[in-house]
Nanobody, 118 residues
Framework: QVQLVESGGGLVQAGGSLRLSCAAS????????MGWIRQAPGKQREFVAS???????KYAESVKGRFTISRDNAKKTVYLQMNRLRPEDTAVYLC????????????WGQGTQVTVSS
């Protein structure tokens, strides 16, 4: 059974930091592209960052220079370090394995809420 379990969300003031984690099980983690996607209330899903099986990274323009995606294949975990958070970063953050697009991935986590207060 495949599971992606996100953690690390919470409430933080603008300018603060959070580190999200996504622990995977039931998949050959090191072979999968991994992604972080977010969805704010009333809005469509939005790409945040992705990391390929070889470690290549991509970021949305809105988070470049503030967020860093990384992976630890031994721990089967992908991380999203989020610095200098803004109120507009408030959303549910979802982890995806086998990531291709914001609506097309092999597996999805349940999400973790990030709320940034002004």
């Amino acid at each position: 059974q495949v599971q992606l379990v996100e953690s690390g969300g919470g409430l933080v003031q603008a300018g603060g930091s959070l580190r999200l984690s996504c622990a995977a099980s039931g998949i050959l983690f090191r072979m999968h592209n991994m992604g972080w996607i977010r969805q704010a209330p009333g809005k469509q899903r939005e790409f945040v960052a992705s990391i390929s099986s070889s470690g290549s990274t991509k970021y949305a323009e809105s988070v470049k220079g503030r967020f860093t995606i990384s992976r630890d294949n031994a721990k089967k975990t992908v991380y999203l370090q989020m610095n200098r958070l803004r109120p507009e970063d408030t959303a549910v953050y979802l982890c995806a394995a086998g990531y291709r697009t914001v609506t097309w991935s092999d597996y999805w986590g349940q999400g973790t809420q990030v709320t940034v207060s002004s």
